[in-house]
């Protein structure tokens, strides 16, 4: 079982010794673990930009069976971490050393919050919980139930003075809808499919959204360009409830152009006006770029 370890994390490795204390404390009853600091950053020995770490860790929770969260510090990265593997259906074990406060946030998405005295006590913890195995591992809908996640982790992170929150889960959610997108036009190029305007507006607009409370028609449809506009958003509503409207165009609208670039490079999404700036609907606009389509 390969198991993501979430942990605090410090420019000195200052708790280096504990990580490592962990991994070959689980790593003795067969489990294989994984973590930032050791197989992304080599304590220190490699560097990456804030939005390639993230991503790269979001890989490594999305081929792990378990997000195993250390609290006995706190740090912004763990509680988006441990809420990013339970989006994906992975269960999320949190231990913290006795004494140590677990919020009722992590408290709410953990299967198991266990206090220890030594390291050793932790070799118990992962036995006697079942895991999903074969092709289900980690195959879960995520889709509104995740983005709830996110406005949870963001109002949580943000009441708690951190500003660095919504960059970070931005970055997040910016990668997923652009790998969805890289995904769908390598299915159609394999199919030998054209990924022309017409596809792109099957791509972004089609019923499930109407499903999910979005309000919009299509203006424009031809071979130069799209124009659709949308009167209604749940995304920007669903923020705005909670307390964060200004979080709803860095996070979900400029994921668009994420998406709109990885499905065809030559094609521009311009936006005049946006809900989420307070206009009375979001127009989308779709063209080619100069010497495009």
Same mark, same amino acid.
């Given at each position: 079982?390969?198991?993501?370890?979430?942990?605090?994390?410090?420019?000195?490795?200052?708790?280096?010794?504990?990580?490592?204390?962990?991994?070959?404390?689980?790593? &003795?009853?067969?489990?294989?673990?994984?973590? +930032?600091?050791? *197989?992304?950053?080599? !304590?220190?020995?490699?560097?990456?930009?804030?939005?390639?770490? @993230?991503?790269?860790?979001?890989?490594?929770?999305?081929?792990?069976?378990?997000?195993?969260?250390?609290?006995?510090?706190?740090?912004?990265?763990?509680?988006?971490?441990?809420?990013? $593997?339970?989006?994906?259906?992975?269960?999320?074990?949190?231990?913290?050393?006795?004494?140590?406060?677990?919020?009722?946030?992590?408290?709410?998405?953990?299967?198991?919050?266990?206090?220890?005295? #030594?390291?050793?006590?932790?070799?118990?913890?992962?036995?006697?919980?079942?895991?999903?195995? $074969?092709?289900?591992?980690?195959? +879960?809908?995520?889709?509104?139930?995740?983005?709830?996640?996110?406005? #949870?982790?963001?109002?949580?992170?943000?009441?708690?003075?951190?500003?660095? &929150?919504?960059?970070?889960?931005?970055?997040?959610?910016?990668?997923?809808?652009?790998?969805?997108? =890289?995904?769908?036009?390598?299915?159609?190029?394999?199919?030998? =499919?054209?990924?022309?305007?017409?596809?792109?507006?099957?791509?972004?607009?089609?019923?499930?959204?109407? =499903?999910?409370?979005?309000?919009? #028609?299509?203006?424009?449809?031809?071979?130069?360009?799209?124009?659709? =506009?949308?009167?209604?958003?749940?995304?920007?509503?669903?923020?705005?409830? #909670?307390?964060?409207?200004?979080?709803?165009?860095?996070?979900?609208?400029?994921?668009?152009?994420?998406?709109?670039?990885?499905?065809?490079? *030559? @094609?521009?999404?311009?936006?005049?006006?946006?809900?989420?700036? $307070?206009?009375?609907?979001?127009?989308?606009?779709?063209? !080619?770029?100069?010497?495009?389509?």
């Amino acid at each position: 079982m390969q198991i993501f370890l979430s942990i605090k994390y410090h420019a000195d490795h200052r708790n280096r010794g504990l990580v490592e204390e962990i991994i070959a404390t689980l790593g &003795a009853r067969g489990h294989r673990v994984v973590c +930032v600091a050791r *197989d992304l950053e080599e !304590w220190g020995g490699r560097r990456y930009s804030c939005r390639d770490l @993230m991503a790269r860790t979001v890989d490594l929770i999305q081929a792990s069976d378990v997000v195993l969260v250390e609290l006995s510090e706190k740090g912004v990265g763990l509680g988006i971490e441990a809420g990013y $593997g339970h989006a994906l259906g992975k269960p999320v074990f949190v231990v913290a050393v006795t004494g140590a406060d677990v919020s009722d946030t992590l408290r709410g998405i953990a299967r198991v919050v266990r206090f220890y005295h #030594r390291t050793a006590d932790l070799q118990d913890l992962l036995d006697g919980f079942s895991l999903p195995t $074969g092709g289900q591992r980690g195959e +879960v809908d995520a889709g509104f139930y995740y983005r709830d996640l996110l406005f #949870r982790l963001l109002a949580a992170l943000q009441q708690a003075g951190d500003d660095r &929150a919504l960059e970070v889960l931005a970055a997040i959610y910016h990668r997923q809808a652009a790998d969805a997108a =890289e995904t769908r036009a390598g299915e159609m190029a394999a199919r030998g =499919e054209a990924r022309d305007m017409e596809a792109l507006h099957r791509f972004l607009f089609n019923p499930s959204d109407e =499903e999910r409370g979005f309000v919009y #028609r299509t203006l424009r449809l031809d071979d130069d360009g799209v124009e659709v =506009e949308v009167s209604r958003c749940p995304l920007a509503l669903h923020l705005a409830q #909670r307390g964060l409207p200004g979080a709803t165009e860095p996070l979900f609208c400029a994921a668009d152009i994420e998406r709109v670039r990885a499905f065809n490079a *030559d @094609m521009v999404l311009e936006r005049p006006e946006l809900l989420a700036r $307070g206009d009375q609907r979001c127009l989308f606009r779709f063209r !080619w770029q100069a010497g495009g389509g």
